[in-house]
Structures are given as C-alpha cells and as structure tokens.
C-alpha cells in the first residue's frame, strides 16, 4: 500500500485561493477570495420530493446541517401554507437556540477566538484551541467541551441525532418532548448561560483590558460602513428561527423591513467573472461595485450585523451584554469586522437564555406539535438566521409536491462582498511599494475569520480543513510572491 | 479490544463519500463490527473517537498525481502540520486528538487513517465516480486484511 505526506500543495487543491494584484506603484489595487464551486444542487433536487428536503439539504454543510434543516422545514410550512402549532414552534426554537448556542461557542474557542486570547502576534502553530488551552488553563478548555456536550445532547434529544436532525415536518416536528428530557434540557440551559457569562467575563479580562487588542478591534483597516441584515421579532429584537428580515442604513436607520416571501423585491445576486459565488446586494440600492457607504448595496449578515439591524436582545442577560458593547464601543451601528467575535459571544448567551425559557415554558412537553397540511403544494420561502447569517430556501413544486426549482441563497454568500472588501482593505493597508510582509496573510485571515465563513464546508476530503494560499501580481500580470499556509 | 470504524464524508458529493460506503461494506459483511459515519470533521471526530481503544478512519483524498481508487494509509503525523484554523472544519483529526489526550478524554491507542484516492468531490451526486466506485470491495477487501478484522 501506498504511504504519502501530505504537502501543502496537495492540500491546496480548489480551496482557499486569495490574489492580490498592484498598481504601477506597487500598492494593493484589488484583491480577490476565490473558493471551490459545488455544482448541480438544484439539479440533485429537482424530481425529488419536496419533504425530502429538510434532511437533504442539512448534507450540504457539515457546519450548519440545523440550520438547512430548519429552513427547508420551513420553506415546506409555506409550500403547503400549515402553520406549525404553537407548541411545535416552541420545540423547533429551542433546538435552534442550542444550535446556536454550541456553533457560537465552538467559533469563538476554536477559530475566531484564538486571535485574541492567543494574541494576534503570536506563531499560527499557538493559535488555536491548544493554544487557549494554554493561555486560560485547563479548566477552560473543559468547560469549552462539556457546553457543547450538553447543548448537542439538546439537539439530539430533539432532532434525533446530534448533528443532521431529522425532526422537522411540515407543521410541526415528529416527536414531542418528555418530561425528563426537559430536566436534562434545563440543566443544559443553565450550564449554558452560566458558560456564556464566564465567556464574555474572559473576553473582558483578555481582550478589553489590552489596549493593543482594542487599538485592533477599533482600527480603520478592519471597519466598512455598510448596510446589515438580520430577523427580528415584533419588538425589533434578534430572533434566530422566525420574524421579519429588517436592513439598516450605515448610519443604523430602518431601510427595510419585509416578510422573507418577499426577498426577491429586495436582495439581488451579481455576477463576478473571476468566481462561482454570486455577490448578494440589496436590489434598491444597487451594486455599486466592492465598496462600502450608503450609496452601495452591500450588506452584511451574521452576529454583529443582527445586532446593528436590532434593537435589542429579548432575553435580560443578553441585553445588558448587548448594552455594555454598544456603550463601550461608541453607539450603533458598529462597522468593525472584528467586533464579530464580541457579538456571537451575546448571541451565544441569548441563545443559551433562550434555551431556558423555552425548556421552562409550561407547552413545551405538549403533544400537540404537529398541524397535518391539507392544501396543494406550489411554492414556499423559509428563513431562518443560520450562525454565520441570514439564510433562505426558495422551492417550487408540481402538484404533487415533487420539486421543479430550487433556490437557496446561503448566509456566507450574503457576506462575500463584504469579506472581499475586507481582504481587500488589509491588504492594501500592509502592502505598499511592493512590499509584501509575512504577516499578511494573518492579517487577511483574521479579516475574514471573522465572518466565520463557511467556504469549505462542503467537501469532507482530508485533512479537513481550509488551507490558504495568498498569490501576489505585479501590475504586468507576474507573480511576485506567494505566501502559503497548511 | 473496543474498536471503531469511522467513515467520513458527505454522501450526496460524488465520491467524497467514498468512505462511508466503505464503512458500510466493512459491517454488510461482518455485522459485528461498529461502524458509525460522520459528515463533520475535526473537533466533532472527538466526541466520536473517545472511549474506544482502536479507531479505524475511512476517508477520501486528493493528491496532485493521484490515481482515481488509489488506497493510502496515513499516519496521525502525516496530518500534523495543520496547526492553524480558518473554518469551522479548521481542526485536523491530529489536534483533535490532542484535544482529547490534553484534557483526559480516553483516547484510542491505535489510530489508522486509510484515505481513497477521489476524483469529483464538488459535484452533487450520490453516486461515485466509475473508478471510484468499482473500487469499493476491492478497498473494502484490503482493508480487512491490513486490519486483520
């Protein structure tokens, strides 16, 4: 049998690919993110039935399978026009909320956070979960562990398993909860909530309390005025599974308000020829190319953008964190990128927050969770906020149910501009004169790391994980150098 | 000896689900065995890995001069290098594993990785590629021998 090691080149293969091309004077003139294209899925559904869909989809991501699979429950809600009962409505939320909670989690210990805690100079090799481990002790990384232990223990009390649920039907869910799971789920609530308030305590003691970090967070290199999406309830305040999409201006003024059945009034899709990811923009602006300001319609979704878009958290403890960043940070809206990882950690308490509400919620052990549809199916729109932003699902169906379009426009895609523009403004900031630092390629990773993207996610193929490769040209077109990291 | 066999891989990509078919083939013909498959990578393969005294990861790859079928067998090692993370998959089966010894979980003693050789990994399908496929009982085969299973 055939032994190999893998090197970076193999590993490189249709992934993260960055290219940066100068000017005559050696500084950034554009900069461009290139990702792997999966092809046919709307051609792998197509002449499929429209229920399928909920445990389908959750197979596109490894990363958000919950989120697909509560999308498309809901795009099959409005496709046979049932509405869930309450009850049903009730358990669907809790299983996204402790979703949310545990991906939050997971990002800011593992990936995002590392930056910070680690410190943003120090070798790659230390910045990771060993390296926090390290940094915030053992205890911490215990901690880190059983929270996402306990709330994947939710999902799959709820979903049926873990990881790709497989609950959600057409006006409701399959099962309904017992009373003992509900104790386990309030216990899993309460060590939630408990986590995220130590979290945001270890994220004042390492982050706020140094200058340099919060140089970092508030810097120019990182912050672009630009619009935000996010859903939000009847009183304006985030919610993750279910309300109106609200937009807001760069200056944080209402734009736009609107059921997701009619996103196609408001968010449009452009075109690139140097890549397969379509850019999302906001159709009554326009696309004015990769540029901030209220004169372009980019926008941008997840953490902090749902929270620029809101006015508020609906659970105390998450509102008063929700309080403490905008008064530290000057008011709404916030434009830094990295201020990303500060809002998913008042998310993740949110979200833990909500998790106990609803578990203690008197009809959440109803058996009443599923509402049988009667009418002849055409067409339904679902969305819910997926962890790394506003994602929707748009079928269309035959008589029978059977699928004939399918359209999905996916949270990262609703923030590819603005990644773009991100790596695009850290490199024209550490280039200049032809003058390509090493560091670069942390300073453009920690830009779009920020988003949490999910490019890769996919493909499963060793060694599972993204690599980056960082290409620079010179105004006639050569490469000038090409940095890479494994 | 309390073993599992992991396949890895998304099952509606083409052949990047190579390894959970193989996975499966393994238990059609001796029942006994555990297998379980995963779509997640990284620190979920922690949740699934601790407790057992041997682990067996069936995965798929890409090389550069790679032939379509081709069986490799890794080592922890040869995985290392991936020490930085940019995604949520950002963490190699390697670090995840050292998650786990860090903070006491009870890990596998004997870790082998077997990898396929895939051709179409971005294209939705739930089938693999011809070469990819035809080589399923013929990897599945090998397998068992290596492992004397």
């Given at each position: 049998m055939k032994k190999i090691t893998i090197d970076p080149i193999t590993r490189l293969e249709g992934h993260g690919k960055i290219e940066i091309f100068l000017n005559d004077e050696g500084n950034c003139d554009r900069a461009c993110l290139q990702i792997p294209e999966l092809r046919g899925f709307e051609k792998f559904s197509e002449g499929r039935a429209a229920e399928e869909m909920p445990r389908i989809t959750t197979m596109i991501c490894g990363v958000c399978p919950t989120a697909h699979h509560m999308a498309a429950t809901k795009a099959l809600d409005d496709l046979w026009k049932v509405e869930p009962t309450t009850a049903a409505k009730k358990i669907r939320e809790l299983m996204y909320n402790a979703f949310q909670a545990e991906d939050h989690i997971l990002h800011f210990f593992f990936l995002g956070g590392p930056d910070f805690v680690v410190g943003p100079q120090a070798p790659a090799g230390e910045r990771n979960i060993l390296g926090v481990i390290a940094k915030a002790g053992m205890e911490t990384g215990g901690k880190v562990i059983e929270m996402r232990k306990r709330m994947r223990n939710v999902l799959r009390i709820i979903g049926g398993k873990p990881v790709m649920p497989t609950c959600g039907l057409p006006g409701g869910v399959s099962k309904q909860i017992s009373e003992d799971e509900r104790k386990t789920i309030i216990e899993a609530g309460e060590y939630g909530v408990d986590f995220c308030k130590f979290a945001l305590s270890l994220f004042d003691d390492i982050v706020l309390k140094n200058k340099e970090y919060v140089d970092l967070i508030t810097g120019?290199?990182?912050?672009h005025r630009t619009y935000y999406m996010g859903l939000v309830d009847e009183n304006n305040k985030v919610n993750f599974y279910d309300g109106q999409i609200r937009v807001v201006d760069p200056n944080g003024k209402e734009f736009a308000k609107f059921k997701v059945q009619n996103y196609l009034d408001h968010i449009r899709e452009h075109v690139e020829p140097w890549t397969y990811v379509k850019f999302s923009y906001l159709k009554n602006v326009g696309w004015k190319g990769f540029v901030d300001g209220e004169e372009s319609g980019v926008f941008r979704v997840a953490p902090l953008a749902r929270l620029n878009a809101s006015d508020g958290m609906a659970t105390p403890l998450a509102q008063e964190a929700y309080d403490k960043m905008y008064e530290t940070l000057g008011g709404k809206p916030v434009h830094s990128t990295l201020v990303f990882h500060w809002a998913r950690l008042v998310e993740a308490l949110y979200a833990s927050e909500r998790v106990l509400e609803l578990a203690k919620d008197p009809e959440i052990t109803s058996d009443d969770i599923v509402n049988l549809p009667t009418e002849t199916p055409k067409e339904g729109i679902g969305v819910v906020e997926a962890p790394r932003g506003t994602l929707i699902h748009h079928y269309q169906t035959d008589d029978q149910g059977i699928l004939t379009g399918v359209n999905l426009i996916v949270a990262t895609q609703n923030n590819s501009a603005a990644i773009n523009m991100s790596v695009e403004k850290a490199a024209k900031a550490l280039i200049k004169k032809g003058e390509v630092p090493d560091g670069i390629l942390n300073m453009i990773e920690m830009a779009f790391r920020a988003y949490d993207p999910?490019?890769?996610?996919?493909t499963h193929s060793l060694p599972g994980m993204m690599p980056l490769e960082v290409s620079v040209y010179d105004s006639g077109g050569s490469l000038v150098k090409k940095l890479v990291r494994d | 000896m309390k073993t599992l066999i992991l396949g890895v891989g998304n099952s509606i990509l083409t052949d990047d689900g190579v390894g959970i078919k193989i996975a499966h083939k393994l238990k059609e013909g001796n029942p006994e065995l555990e297998v379980t498959e995963t779509s997640e990578a990284g620190i979920a393969l922690l949740d699934l890995m601790a407790g057992y005294d041997k682990l067996i990861i069936i995965d798929s790859i890409r090389t550069e001069k790679g032939k379509p079928g081709e069986l490799y067998k890794l080592g922890l090692e040869a995985l290392k290098p991936a020490a930085n993370l940019s995604s949520s998959h950002g963490i190699d089966i390697a670090t995840a594993y050292e998650i786990g010894q860090r903070l006491g979980y009870r890990m596998p003693k004997y870790i082998s990785i077997y990898a396929v050789e895939i051709k179409d990994n971005t294209t939705f399908g739930e089938r693999c590629t011809e070469e990819v496929e035809a080589r399923i009982p013929f990897i599945a085969e090998q397998i068992i021998g290596e492992e004397k299973l």
């Open positions: 120019d290199v990182y912050s999910c490019h890769a996610c996919a | -």
